[in-house]
């Protein structure tokens, strides 16, 4: 019984690990997210730009 507990909280510790992943990837694509809406919009307007001197 006690190697049966000890993989319940290995596996637990891994969830835990693959939790912890998921969030800090979630909050890095919510940032990028952000940073990427910018230079989007920052290069259409360049874009409009550009086609307004042709």
Do not use: W
Not at 7 to 15: D, I, R, V
Not at 25 to 38: D, F, H, P, S
Not at 45 to 53: F, K, N
């Amino acid at each position: 019984m006690g190697q049966g507990r000890q993989l319940a909280n290995k596996t637990q510790g891994e969830q835990d690990k693959a939790d912890s992943l998921k969030r800090r990837l979630k909050e890095g694509y919510a940032q990028m997210a952000e940073l990427n809406l910018r230079l989007a919009q920052e290069g259409l307007m360049a874009d409009r730009e550009a086609y307004q001197r042709i």
